[in-house]
């Protein structure tokens, strides 16, 4: 399938949250942030942490997001060894395929193209600022006029070393795109609104030791979530990319 501009973009998000009791609050806030900027945008959503034939036909859609979830991506469980197979089998197979991967889906993809993978001494939870690389500010350069964008984060694990073929958009291994433009991928959450992100208000207490009781404290992580993110400027970005044709070469695995 070729997206066109005369219709709307199908996309297909997989939430590979392992029995989280937030799924639908999660895939809320996706059609939320994608509608805002791209209200026809026709999203279906895939489970495979919970069902095992839950992927979507690579041919159906014109991007694949590869989202978020609340496990090791290193772990051998086999629901996480079937998501490898399928981004592997996507790439092999539908070589100009659009893929987008956050959080998890960002780590995932990443270690798959041999990037090491590494547990942070400091996690980050909260909007936080990522700086442009070069090539970033000519990606993103009508979504940052600062060298820097904003973005929902949620995680204890980082991308420690560059994937293969890939070129980095934001210092410190947070978002890569393919040599062949066919991934692109983000540590921070474009998709995840304040409205979502406070939900895990409780993991300021098992990541840094507040008290849930420290009223103090914990207000200074909501109100970190509540910053205005750039989270939107980014799906306008994204969508423009999965119109986008590839070169010719494909990425090497």
């Given at each position: 399938m070729s997206p066109t501009h005369d219709r709307p973009l199908r996309i297909a998000i997989l939430l590979n949250s392992y029995r989280s009791p937030f799924i639908t609050e999660i895939r809320d806030s996706y059609t939320r942030s994608i509608g805002a900027v791209s209200p026809d945008a026709v999203l279906s959503f895939f489970y495979p942490a919970?069902?095992?034939?839950?992927?979507?036909?690579?041919?159906?859609?014109?991007?694949?997001?590869?989202g978020g979830g609340n496990a090791d991506p290193r772990k051998k469980h086999q629901w996480i060894l079937r998501v490898h197979k399928f981004i592997l089998d996507v790439v092999a197979h539908h070589p100009r395929k659009k893929l987008c991967g956050i959080c998890w889906g960002h780590q995932t993809i990443s270690m798959l193209f041999g990037a090491e993978l590494v547990d942070m001494e400091t996690p980050e939870l909260g909007v936080t600022e990522a700086k442009l690389t070069p090539a970033g500010r000519r990606f993103f350069a009508r979504q940052s006029s600062n060298g820097a964008v904003l973005l929902q984060q949620h995680h204890r694990r980082a991308v420690g070393t560059p994937p293969r073929g890939f070129s980095e958009l934001l210092v410190g291994n947070q978002s890569f795109v393919s040599h062949n433009n066919a991934i692109l991928t983000f540590q921070g959450h474009p998709e995840k609104d304040a409205q979502c992100a406070r939900l895990r208000i409780r993991d300021a207490s098992r990541w840094f030791g507040v008290g849930e009781d420290d009223e103090k404290a914990l207000a200074a992580?909501?109100?970190?979530?509540?910053?205005?993110?750039?989270?939107?400027?980014?799906?306008?970005?994204?969508?423009?990319?999965?119109?986008?044709?590839?070169?010719?070469?494909?990425?090497?695995?």
């Open positions: 919970e069902q095992a034939d839950s992927f979507p036909d690579p041919d159906a859609f014109d991007l694949i997001v590869i992580f909501v109100e970190s979530m509540e910053r205005q993110h750039d989270g939107a400027a980014i799906w306008k970005r994204v969508l423009e990319w999965a119109r986008e044709k590839q070169p010719s070469h494909e990425i090497r695995l």
